[in-house]
């Protein structure tokens, strides 16, 4: 049951990504790619991960402000060129390929839903009493697995010291003074 | 005048001022100061009760950058930056950052290993309380820190920064 109701989704959700880079203007756009994003939020709450569900709605809906407003802010844009033929013939030769050698590599995938790990059921059993945790989610990121959250937040860490650095009010000071 | 250019533009910053110094319409502000603070308050939930309930530190620190940008669109700059400006919240963020890290730390001074719960080991406690699990309550609330001033200050950084054609280059100048 749960299958089928993540094909549809995955449907609709395909359906929307060809949305996105079919319209013509940036905002269906825009409105096409936070589709698919909450489409996604959908499918985790059927796979029951509330975690991960909350996490992918609230992103979404920001994301969705912020691509809304910069592209609101600009001009409106229209995309009128036709497609060149090459770079999509060759888009749709390197589809291909993947398709063939994806193909063999999902046979080997386990099946859906089949609990195949050993780690899963020592969390599952041993984690309220190691971590005192109710929620085995939050023990897993923040306790066994907490050196990988840090990893993360070096990554959201190095992002924001990229916008800001690269955005800062002095950089046309500077070049002012050299150039 | 061109249709294709910027229409909307033009016709929105008529009808209601810039909105991004004056913010938006009459309605909008209003709506905003009854629900910024539930909003916020609610990213503080999510963060608090991230070891009881689905949620965490991320999560709930989204939700209180989102109450922030609330407040930047409805108000336009001014009001934002009395509570939370650049300076401000570019010290949160590494402050976050670098508590999360002296959690890790102290994991190695009194446990052994990096990130060992040693609260937990040494205490003990009673589970589904609030004050239960260790260190990871902590973390949380240093994640929250982290990831609400980040996500804000990309918002904000992105907000007062514009791209212009001038000569045949662009180049990223900050709004007026």
């Given at each position: 049951m749960t299958e089928t109701f993540i094909t549809i989704f995955l449907v609709f959700m395909i359906l929307a990504a060809v949305v996105a880079l079919e319209a013509r203007e940036l905002l269906s756009t825009v409105i096409a790619v936070g589709a698919v994003g909450f489409m996604l939020s959908v499918i985790f709450l059927f796979l029951r991960a509330p975690d991960i569900a909350i996490v992918q709605i609230v992103v979404e809906i920001l994301t969705l402000v912020i691509l809304v407003r910069a592209t609101i802010s600009r001009d409106t844009h229209f995309f009128e060129d036709e497609r060149e033929f090459f770079p999509f013939a060759i888009n749709i030769v390197m589809i291909m390929v993947f398709l063939i050698f994806a193909f063999w590599a999902v046979k080997t995938l386990p099946r859906f839903g089949l609990n195949f790990s050993k780690v899963a059921p020592y969390y599952l059993t041993k984690g309220l009493a190691q971590t005192?945790?109710?929620n085995i989610v939050t023990s897993v990121i923040l306790d066994y697995r907490a050196y990988d959250t840090l990893g993360e937040a070096t990554v959201l860490f190095t992002a924001v010291l990229g916008a800001v650095a690269l955005l800062r009010r002095k950089a046309k000071a500077a070049e002012n003074k050299n150039g | 005048m061109d249709k294709k250019n910027g229409s909307r533009n033009l016709q929105d910053e008529t009808r209601y001022g810039n909105p991004e110094i004056n913010g938006m319409s009459e309605i909008v502000k209003n709506v905003c100061i009854w629900v910024e603070g539930f909003i916020f308050l609610f990213g503080c939930y999510i963060v608090l009760f991230g070891h009881l309930t689905p949620g965490g530190g991320f999560a709930g620190g989204v939700i209180a950058a989102g109450s922030f940008i609330l407040i930047t669109l409805a108000f336009g700059r001014g009001r934002i930056e009395k509570i939370i400006g650049r300076r401000k919240s570019s010290i949160l963020d590494s402050l976050g950052a670098l508590m999360f890290l002296f959690i890790g730390w102290a994991g190695i001074y009194t446990?052994?290993?990096?990130?060992?719960n040693f609260i937990q080991k040494k205490f003990g406690s009673m589970p589904f309380?609030?004050?239960?699990?260790?260190n990871i309550p902590l973390i949380n609330i240093a994640i929250g820190i982290k990831v609400m001033s980040a996500i804000f200050l990309v918002f904000f950084v992105l907000s007062i920064t514009r791209v212009v054609l001038r000569g045949d280059k662009l180049e990223m100048v900050r709004k007026k």
């Open positions: 005192g945790a109710a | 446990g052994g290993v990096f990130f060992s309380r609030f004050l239960s699990a260790g």
